[in-house]
């Protein structure tokens, strides 16, 4: 099988990495850049919880090839907050009490994010349709898409 | 989906060749073990669940053309294989000229995999579900091809011959899609049935397109195109030309849309039975249909 | 001189404080069990399935996948001869002679890559014999049935559930209850229905991961994402044949679990591996399609019911028989089956009641427990049948439901009387605030509109002596450190374990930290997060915990100011007496203690609180007539409504509106409990209008999340009202009780009653697909 050495900028830092052929984005973030915040929940490209952004737009990572993503720019959920001061998505989530067991959250958070930034005063229904691929099991969604609005006012 | 599907992907070596030449040689030279991908949202999934085994995978993004999107308005629009779905959805020209077409790729999954997933890819993989394959087909889509003897078109109309089944051969890579402008007045709608409201494979899915034709003894030609009720995209002739030929009133779409929940043919399956499928084609034709009529009215 | 604003501070009790881990969560700082590094010695571990229902191992070689470079270890039921269960001791932890569900565990693989542990499992040789499967419970309970467990008479099992050797019935749970024969004919309407409720599943975002490693010395150390440390502690280590104290579980946080990840279920599987390749962990990560195919299921139901009322609407009899689809292994699954037995009158009062509620053995997946431990199956069906009832007696569906419903005093099925219950409230909010005898009209000419309502009960389902315990450690500088065995799996366990701390010792909410994650070695034993149980169980432990600190703080101070310990409090971290008005910050004296007068030396020192709980009451059932003096510790009542929309074009459902008020007797963090009836509420009806785990000839049809159909946002409804009743529980923390199951259970029956009141058709059960609902339309004559 076939490395592959990439460059690519992750949450801000520039990176080199090695990678096999098979070895997902997700995979790579998780495993090479041990940035475990970005979840695998499926593998399927189905769940949502291994959202990232790559070029600024949000991507089922599990879906994507490292040896892709040269030259990229990968943001994480570790990479919203800046000097400790949480994205404002990050706090809306947790007053609006939309956090339950919170594996679900990252890719929330970064498909919000996305959302915010293409369309910054979505309406509800726009909301419900771009988060339609991040599935969760805890929430009922109400909450989550409280966030967002709340996110979008500040 | 099998039990012992791959946890992540299998071993493979990823390529990313520099020109079409290169890539369409190393597929041939290399066939059956070589494959092209493009988003990889179709190719993944199968290739963890031991469906699909390339030793290599040719990344195929990058290479000229694959990423234009422009329209003229004499020759049409070109959407290059790599030119994801979201974009095509943004863009104004598809907006303006050939809205049914965004519509359909609204319709697909989420937006993140929107960002990988793409036309040509979605008609490649040739999924009677495929949501986009009805508006490529009703738009009289051809694809441009490079194959190890060159550049050439093939119309969509033979192109897709049984489900995951295409007359792409090995060495063929889809460099784009060409869409000719529609005829004036073009009037479409994609509807789209699911489990969830959103974001689920089709259960079926109706693509109506007509304009105002005077050749036509009703003046209207129909486009009447159905997803996952045939191994292929199904294209309901019957009703297409009942529809041209008797005038167009809340009737006769009814009659046509019957005429297609007939003809089709879908299996009963984990998403839908037939029974049921059959129903749905009569009654979201009839929308649809009749959806299109109002605006061709106005 | 106290500050008289100290003693005005709220108690953090019943405020709706942000989550304790919420900043983890966001910032994706939270450590979840496939996070966890181990660095170069982590070995990956796969596992060989059966491919069939029902078959006997007749080979099974393992030489060539042993032989692959990079495998360490491969194992198979041969090494491993314990038995595993938490209520009935029927599984092995590999498959020794046969295998009884596609998927079960035949062999096990650790190798230095998954890649490599994946290949491995394609060298492995296995023949089977394949038998006839069992794929329907109550053909599975008859005599013509293959007999699926040969030992059934010599398996362990706890002492209140009762096998029947020479059949495939795991339990068997009765109610004989007066005279249900002799009663019908005095009853002016009778129902009689059967229903299938069909498997689903838990389908946590988090697929199960496990990993394992066993020292040299043969001690086990375990990280799984666990609902049950302290329960997969016990059980493995028996199967295991060592000491509980030889084996350590870590949980670290949960992504979801709904009882998916209670008791044991893969976790056996990586120890099992683990103890062949001491020295190195060894991971075992569930694909989704393993958690589709082999993880817990929910048990599939075929119910019967029959119920009769007098003319005045009092309910008079019902006559249950419930077969339990229990899958291959019933270990757990067992007490579902009691559970409902119990609980199988609903919420009312019958004077007469028959029920006999069977386990029955199956070659589908393992059953388990999930939210609601059979309350959703059976409510399914009985809330529908209490709507016919109403019907066919010409009444309303909540004055119905008032008249029966159970009131503070009413006798139970079980004979014991009802504690203080606010289910009549639940009632009347739930019946307002859903416009109950208001039809409004159906939005568009194709659509139809429909309310429905259905009630719930539900105790926690648990050993008679399922304990509780924790320990409060005071920290330099005056915040507190709690240590608890339960999970939060996100429904805000340690949030609210921090707001009772915190109450009971009189310091500010945010002084308190969890000792997280929970570890075996040095949190203190909790029995199972399941059960809706942490808050009432694990919550009275932390308030002795707390108020054992307390005396410690007070009797230190008290001598030191020679004052009364009655005189004096601890507010907002701080030691006050009222007599003398003095005050000390607990951090001048927490470890340290307090200084005797004239150089004479200390008193006092570091403060460790403890405290447990247990339940001392809980008596048996009479096996034959399932009467007793209290079965259970107490019940979480309450009700929910849907306004929906039928499609007629598609036969799509639409729920407009959810409404739920739930009787939790005391809300710790009323935002938590509003989260969790949300959540609950989505997630039946999710059950009610999607999922189905479909089985064919014994397999799962859509093993993935791309046929088994979740709700997405897009399905959420746009209007969800939450209502908190509070009828105080006698033993519980500030009089609370659950509410995490609770939520889901009406939800089903709320949605098929409403459904029949905008189209008048009922089905066998869930879910309502548009299909089932569109077809069924069609042949009515509804639409054509």
């Given amino acids: ?154 | 989906m099998a039990i012992n599907a791959h946890p992540t992907l299998p071993e493979f070596d990823y390529l990313r060749p520099e020109t079409l030449i290169e890539a369409s040689d190393f597929l041939v030279r290399h066939a059956p073990d070589a494959r092209p991908f493009l988003g990889g949202t179709d190719v993944f999934v199968r290739m963890r669940d031991g469906l699909l085994t390339p030793k290599f995978l040719v990344d195929v993004k990058r290479l000229p053309g694959m990423n234009d999107l422009h329209f003229d308005p004499l020759s049409g629009l070109i959407i290059g294989a790599a030119v994801n779905m979201n974009r095509v959805i943004a863009s104004q020209e598809v907006q303006e000229h050939y809205p049914m077409l965004a519509e359909a790729c609204r319709s697909v999954a989420s937006y993140p995999l929107r960002n990988r997933a793409t036309i040509v890819g979605n008609i490649c993989n040739a999924s009677p579900a495929g949501d986009t394959l009805g508006a490529s087909l009703a738009f009289e889509g051809v694809l441009h091809i490079h194959g190890s003897d060159g550049m050439r078109r093939e119309s969509l109309v033979n192109f897709f011959l049984g489900p995951g089944k295409t007359r792409l051969k090995a060495g063929d890579i889809a460099v784009a899609l060409h869409l000719p402008p529609p005829p004036a007045g073009s009037k479409g709608t994609y509807l789209k049935l699911g489990r969830n409201k959103l974001s689920d494979l089709s259960i079926v899915g109706v693509t109506a397109l007509a304009h105002p034709d005077s050749a036509a003894p009703s003046g209207y030609r129909f486009r009447l195109v159905l997803a996952s009720v045939a191994p292929v995209p199904f294209v309901a002739n019957e009703a297409e030309d009942y529809l041209a030929n008797t005038p167009i009133t809340s009737d006769s779409i009814r009659a046509a849309a019957r005429l297609a929940a007939e003809a089709c043919a879908p299996i009963d399956d984990v998403r839908g039975s037939v029974r049921y499928r059959k129903q749905m084609v009569k009654n979201l034709s009839t929308r649809a249909l009749s959806e299109v009529w109002e605006k061709l009215k106005k | 001189m106290v500050n008289p604003d100290r003693l005005r501070a709220p108690s953090p009790v019943g405020e709706n404080k942000p989550r304790i881990d919420g900043r983890e969560k966001v910032t994706g700082a939270a450590i979840f069990a496939d996070d966890l590094q181990f660095g170069n010695a982590l070995l990956y571990a796969r596992i060989k399935r059966s491919p069939h229902p029902h078959a006997l191992i007749k080979r099974l070689d393992i030489s060539k996948a042993r032989a692959l470079p990079g495998v360490k270890a491969v194992v198979t039921g041969e090494d491993f001869l314990g038995y595993i269960g938490l209520y009935l001791q029927d599984r092995y932890i590999f498959c020794r002679d046969r295998v009884r569900y596609v998927g079960d565990p035949v062999a096990g693989v650790a190798a230095t890559s998954e890649e490599i542990a994946h290949q491995a499992l394609d060298l492995i040789e296995v023949e089977y014999e394949v038998l006839e499967p069992v794929l329907e419970p109550e053909y599975g309970a008859s005599a013509q049935a293959p007999l699926l467990h040969p030992d059934l008479g010599k398996y362990g099992v706890a002492n209140f559930i009762f096998p029947e050797a020479g059949t495939n019935l795991s339990n068997h749970f009765k109610i004989r209850k007066g005279d249900v024969d002799g009663t019908w004919e005095k009853c002016a309407a009778v129902i009689e229905r059967r229903y299938w409720i069909p498997h689903i599943q838990h389908v946590p975002i988090e697929p199960h991961v496990a990993i394992a490693k066993m020292d040299e010395a043969g001690e086990i150390t375990l990280w799984a994402s666990s609902q049950s440390p302290f329960a997969q502690r016990s059980l493995i280590a028996q199967a295991m044949g060592i000491s509980p104290s030889k084996m350590r579980v870590i949980a670290p946080f949960v992504g979801g679990g709904f009882g998916g990840k209670a008791g044991v279920s893969m976790e056996a599987l990586a120890v099992a591996i683990a103890s062949k390749v001491k020295g190195r962990p060894v991971k075992l990560l569930l694909t989704r399609e393993e958690e589709f195919y082999t993880a817990f299921v929910r048990q599939g139901l075929v119910a019967y019911f029959k119920m009769g009322c007098d003319e005045k609407g009092r309910l008079l009899a019902m006559e249950n028989k419930f077969y339990w689809d229990g899958g291959a292994y019933t270990e757990y699954g067992v007490n579902i089956t009691r559970a409902a037995g119990y609980s199988s009158s609903g919420p009312y009062e019958v004077p007469n009641i028959k029920t006999d509620s069977y386990c029955v053995y199956t070659n589908h997946p393992v059953g388990g427990p999930m939210r609601g431990f059979g309350m959703p199956e059976m409510h399914a069906g009985l809330e529908q049948c209490i709507d016919e009832l109403v019907q066919q007696i010409g009444m309303d569906g909540v004055e119905f439901r008032k008249i029966n419903c159970l009131k503070t005093g009413s006798t139970l099925v079980t004979g014991s009387k009802m504690h203080p219950t606010g289910l009549l409230e639940c009632i009347e909010k739930t019946a307002k605030a859903i416009g109950w005898g208001k039809k409004a009209p159906a939005s568009a000419p194709n659509k139809r509109r429909g309310k429905g309502l259905a009630l719930m009960w539900k105790a926690p389902a648990m050993p008679p002596n399922a304990g509780s315990s924790a320990w409060v450690e005071l920290v330099e500088d005056g915040t507190l450190n709690l240590g608890v065995g339960g999970q939060d799996i996100g429904q805000g366990a340690f949030t609210v374990a921090a707001q009772m701390a915190a109450a009971a010792l009189g310091v500010p909410y945010e002084s308190v930290r969890i000792a997280t994650p929970v570890d075996t070695r040095y949190s203190p034993y909790e029995w199972q997060t399941v059960a809706s149980r942490l808050t009432w169980s694990m919550g009275n432990a932390i308030v002795n915990a707390a108020q054992d600190a307390r005396r410690q703080i007070l009797s230190t101070v008290a001598e030191a100011w020679e004052e009364s310990p009655e005189d004096l409090d601890i507010v907002n971290g701080v030691v006050i007496s009222f007599k003398s008005e003095k005050e000390i910050p607990l951090k001048n004296l927490v470890i340290y203690g307090l200084p005797k007068p004239d150089g004479q030396g200390w008193r006092g020192g570091p403060v460790v609180g403890r405290g447990n709980f247990m339940p001392t009451y809980v008596t048996g059932l009479d096996t034959e007539t399932g009467q007793g003096e209290r079965a259970v510790v107490h019940y979480t009542t309450g009700a929910q409504a849907v306004e929906l929309e039928v499609d007629l074009e598609t036969g799509r459902i639409e729920i407009l509106k959810g409404v739920s008020a739930f009787d939790v007797g005391k809300a710790i963090n009323p935002d938590l409990v509003k989260a969790q009836m949300e959540g609950g509420f989505v997630q039946g009806m999710s059950s009610a209008l999607f999922e189905n785990l479909q089985l064919q000839d014994g397999v799962v049809q859509n093993p993935s999340f791309v046929d088994y159909r979740i709700a997405t946002t897009t399905d959420a409804p746009k209007d969800l009202q939450s209502f908190i009743v509070e009828v105080a529980q006698d033993d519980g923390p500030w009089g609370a009780r659950g509410i995490g199951e609770h939520c889901m259970v009406p939800t089903i029956p709320a949605i098929a009653n409403a459904i029949y009141d905008a189209i008048g058709i009922r089905f066998e059960g869930p879910p309502f697909t548009a299909e089932k609902v569109y077809l069924a339309m069609l042949d009515a004559g509804i639409v054509e």
Avoid at chain 1, 57 to 67: G, Q, T, Y
Avoid at chain 1, 87 to 104: H, K, S, Y
Avoid at chain 1, 138 to 153: F, H
Wanted: charged content about 20%; overall charge negative.
């Fill in chain 1, 1 to 154: 099988m076939a490395f592959h050495k990439i460059y690519l900028t992750v949450n801000g830092k520039d990176e080199q990495v090695v990678v096999p052929s098979n070895m997902t984005l997700m995979c790579m973030v998780r495993e090479s850049l041990a940035l475990t915040g970005t979840k695998n929940g499926c593998s399927a490209g189905e769940c949502g919880a291994c959202t990232v952004l790559i070029n600024g737009e949000p991507v089922n990572s599990c879906m994507v090839l490292a040896a892709e993503c040269d030259g990229a720019e990968i943001v994480t959920v570790e990479g919203l907050a800046s000097d400790q001061q949480l994205d404002p998505i990050q706090e809306a989530m947790i007053e609006a009490g939309a956090v339950q067991c919170g594996f679900c959250t990252p890719g929330v958070l970064i498909s919000s994010r996305a959302l915010l930034d293409r369309n910054p005063n979505p309406s509800e229904d726009e909301i419900r349709e771009a988060l339609v691929g991040n599935l969760c099991r805890c929430t009922g969604y109400v909450r989550i898409m409280d966030s967002v609005k709340a996110a979008a006012r500040r």
